[in-house]
């Protein structure tokens, strides 16, 4: 009974027995996720995909840093080297001051299309040649100016026997460099991308692997939060959820104990309390307990589930206790009862219900309680119902009842046969009785049922009636 396993927890919680609040918590699992609300496995996959976003993206960055420096460091190699070259071709020109003769040895070089420039200058720092004829002839008083931006510039002297004549400087661009490092960074982009968007792939793939379990615990909590409590998961496992699925599973046996032995005592309450309303009446003795074991082995027959027979059985347990506000010159009266004493008498369903309706568990019983004289064609009380209105379960609790009662002795006369009593109803089906109701009843005498719950020994009891459909 779902309804009810909520209302232990409550129970459970309050005395102590859980830890503070634990209601509000197995509650809140059952509430739905908001718009915006991520899973678990997406939280976690998102997190670790953008890590290994972040981790990619680094690694291009310093590898594109790498690459920048390596091939700065060979333009420098190579400027040196168109430098040094130079240097060695203008060592004579310089000596015989044959500025014609360095023409052809400057553009000779400036013909590589990364050479942004090529110049001479002699030990006056006069350019005696450059490969912009403009700039032929200048005085660098300062010597050689710094090179300008995105350009690798290298100066190296001219010496013969020792003596500075001159020097010869190279400019290269930087634009090769440039464009090689595109060519790179294109190249690496769709293999990164793709490998990236794999990896994210199988982060999402094996996150969900792992949180399998978490999602399973999830589904359990809901479930035991809805009444469930019949509920495990699997506690394999060292790590933290292995650990915490065996506390969930032991938490839940717990509370299944609490539950039962709460059931005990509430069973035990109302028995003792539909005993104190036996007692009253020494002719209907045991009478509470028969009717309520006909009934849980009809209900199972017409097939409503466990909790459903649960309050069925209580009902049954409970259908007199309305006699406790009937005067006991009524209800012990040794002969038949007046039309006073009867009118008195047809109040104890409503009593009966009244006195339940603080119990916010047993509202379904006390309605129970309420109908059990009501009639399938509408000529019972308390308020004049007819077939379907009556709900199945006081529809099963009024024949068991009457059926218990011509059987019994009263005071004011014997037993019926249980012949005489199956003629009755057979004679009240479709009127006082349902007649579905009536064909479960006769199916149970034929199975043997109705003589074990009269002592009549027989190989199985009506606890063990399997249900079947309606």
Known sequence: ???????????????????????????????????????????????????????????????????????????????????????????????????????????????DSDVQYAYIMDHQSRVVYHSDPEKTGELLEKGVPLAGKGVIQVSIPVVVEDVLVGRAVVGLSEEHIREAMAATAFGLILPLGVGTGLGMLGIFLLTGIHVKRVELLEKAVQALGSGDLKVRVDDRGMDEVGRLSRGFNEMVSQLHRARKEIEKNFKETISALAEAVEAKDAYTRGHCDRVARISVAIAKRAGLDTACCLELELAAILHDVGKIGVGEGVVGKLGPLSKDETRDMKHHPEIGARILSPLSSLQKVGLYVRHHHEQYDGTGYPDGLKGDEISLPARIIQLADAFDAMTTDRPYREALTRKEAFQRIREGRGKQFDPRIVDFFFALDEDGYIDAIYGQAVENGPEEVEPSSA
């Open 1 to 111: 009974m779902k309804s009810d396993t909520r209302a232990d927890i409550d129970l459970l919680d309050r005395s102590g027995i859980l830890p503070p609040g634990f209601s509000d918590e197995v509650a809140s699992f059952g509430r739905k996720p908001g718009l915006f609300t991520f899973s678990l496995r997406w939280k976690v996959s998102i997190s670790f995909s953008l890590l290994l976003f972040i981790v990619v993206g680094l690694l291009f960055l310093a590898f594109m840093r790498y690459e920048w420096i390596y091939l700065l460091r060979e333009g420098e190699k190579r400027a040196q080297s168109l430098a040094r070259n130079l240097a060695v071709s203008a060592r004579d020109p310089l000596l015989a001051q044959d500025d014609l003769r360095l023409g052809p040895v400057t553009e000779s070089i400036r013909q």
